[in-house]
DNA sequence: TATCGGATTATGGATTTCCGTAAAATACTG
DNA sequence: CAGTATTTTACGGAAATCCATAATCCGATA
């Protein structure tokens, strides 16, 4: 089992769950931090003392508050810590259920378990320790347990997004297209964004571009 | 301070964490609902009984299972219990900070107080049972507090909700007006439509129609 | 009933988006 | 290098939306 654990959680109620449900585990331990950036700041320091944390349970949402902070999401903070620690074991703890966010968890920053908050959290939480601290074997909470098997959004590439997202900000397609060619953007021409949005459309099964952004926004894809 | 409590709350960290608090106060007597469901169908027990509770502490967004429910939301069950019961005292516990939501669950569901879920919900929750113990004054978390103050969304109308839902679900103008016709609502011209259209997106600083729909969606009006 | 004001509806032209076709550029293959 | 396939770009007409103006309806009031 794990012996020194860090937890990044905002809310005062998960991490006295989290921390009591460490104890269940006789791990005694650990630290919290409301903030991303504090725990991104103790898990280099503790590299430089040589006593390293071996799991992060990071939730995804952070609140903002007055506070001006540079890791604003657990995503960025997963990212930054897997990268500075490769072998870290890592469980995202959080209510996002949206498929694209959860997927590239796994695809790119290469979580090992995820657990979504719920009726029955704390449950699901102690089966991921339980599976992850054994092997390498991953943990996700059946709810959401679907969408990894599901056939890749591969299809939309960081252009696709760039355009969903100028959209959604009030950017007409004349003006990304200017966007795009100032900023050098490879495909930049009236017809290829228009070609773009008609594969999304058909994608997404949208009737029109309105309906394709508010699609999109559900799904957490912008 | 109260003797009967009843939590209407699907996570188990907030529940915990709730009940810790109400032992705080010495209340002893609570019990908790997952589902709006239970929840209403305990107080209404607890009214033929006569033994009403003398407060609800409700969440407002419950995730969806498996389980079919009459009472989705708990902004709902609220409403309901409200009207049931018009002098029990209503915290509403909430992670939403979307100003039109928390406005009309203090003008129509004349709410007692409500705490915002953050990094210092517990703090706040305690200042809300205090305050609305003693007296018929309101909490609400400082966090969201100036969205009371502001000038209303009054000008914006019912009409003009389900506008922006069509759209956002699809639907063209042009379908809108037949839609409008078919069922009797009253401005179902094309010009009144496009004049409504035109207004809110003055009022909402949107440049088109796709930023309007996207506006009102973050803002949790749509 | 006459008239005023506000709201709704009608109309038409400018702009933007939509969508199909075709040319041009680029990549890939033998 | 020729030939094929894929991607990007160009063009143009159809459709939808945007926007300003004008006509019409409708209730309130004296």
Known sequence: MFKKVIIAEDFEEFNLAVQQTLN????????????????????????????????????????????????????????????????????AYSIEDKSARIKSLFEDAEINAFVLKGRNSIEDLKKALTIISASDQKFISHEVASILQEKGNYEIDDVDIKILKYLSDGTSQDEIIEIFKNNDIKPNSKSAVEKRLAKLKDFFKANNTIHLVSITKDMGII
Do not use: M
Request: glycine letters at 2%; proline letters at 3%; charged letters at 35%.
């Open 24 to 91: 269940d585990f006789n791990i005694v331990n650990f630290q919290h931090a409301k903030y991303c950036d504090d725990a991104f700041l103790k898990i280099r320091k503790a590299i430089q003392d040589n006593e390293p944390y071996d799991l992060l349970i990071s939730d995804l949402s952070f609140k903002k508050d007055h506070r001006e902070v540079k890791i604003g999401s657990g995503d960025e903070l997963i990212q930054k810590v897997r990268e500075l620690q490769p072998e870290i074991k890592i469980i």
